[in-house]
């Protein structure tokens, strides 16, 4: 059964520190997206890559996120440096059209 | 500003009864609308979803409606079933945004056995 996988499932942190979260799409799928759910605003859209391309970063602090696609089988989502605000789960998901996108189970970063 | 809103943040309901939530959009531009569940500790996944030339779209127990001209569509699940507690969020995408997913803030649904 094919799976968005991430890593880690929680990390904690200190403020200040840089986190980097990993996933590793679906074999074959051509769109990754990062979203971040909060209490407040739900799932919101931090970046989104096609053909391992950012399509749309609009949705993340560009002065501390980072968002990449080294290859196919690895994104990346960094922040540096990390506040307490960052908190929050956040979900890696793909696939090949907006008909069948898969979640990963999501990282919860906890910046202490 | 929320584009796509989910105005309960939380809905009981006997099981064996009828669930209904909804969801309203503001941008005109979406044109195809997706519901997708989540339990704790996991990712949501895929529901149900509707193209905006429909109306209805339904499979088994769960049936999306979408009212175009309020821009409200609405997600009912008969019967419910305790299985069915789960965070449910409303999703839309148009064309033009390269089919990126705008979600709303999500329902939490408790079925009571």
């Known amino acids: 059964d094919a799976r968005v996988t991430q890593t880690p499932r929680h990390k904690v942190t200190e403020m200040g520190q840089e986190v980097t979260m990993r996933c590793q799409p679906i074999?074959?799928?051509?769109?990754v997206f990062w979203y971040r759910q909060t209490m407040m605003q739900g799932l919101e859209l931090l970046a989104y890559?096609?053909?391992?391309?950012?399509?749309?970063d609009s949705g993340m602090p560009k002065d501390r996120f980072s968002a990449e696609m080294p290859d196919a089988t690895l994104a990346t989502l960094k922040i540096q440096p990390s506040e307490p605000r960052d908190s929050a789960v956040y979900f890696c998901?793909?696939?090949?059209?907006?008909?069948?996108?898969?979640f990963g189970s999501g990282t919860r970063l906890t910046v202490v | 500003d929320q584009q796509v809103k989910q105005n309960s943040p939380s809905l009981s309901v006997q099981e064996g009864r009828i669930s209904i939530l909804n969801c309203d959009y503001t941008?005109?531009?979406?044109?195809?609308f997706l519901w997708y569940k989540k339990y704790p500790a996991e990712g949501p996944t895929f529901l149900i979803s509707?193209?905006?030339?429909?109306d209805k779209n339904e499979d088994g127990r769960f049936t999306v409606f979408l009212n175009k001209s309020a821009k409200h569509l609405s997600l009912h699940i008969v019967p419910s079933q305790p299985g069915d507690s789960a965070v449910y969020f409303c999703a839309a995408s148009f064309s033009g945004s390269a089919r990126q997913l705008t979600f709303g803030s999500g329902t939490q649904l408790t079925v009571l056995p």
């Open positions: 509707i193209s905006s030339i429909k």
């Open positions: 941008n005109s531009m979406f044109d195809y």
């Open positions: 998901a793909s696939g090949l059209s907006v008909y069948g996108y898969t």
């Open positions: 074999l074959g799928h051509n769109t």
């Open positions: 890559f096609r053909n391992r391309a950012p399509l749309d």
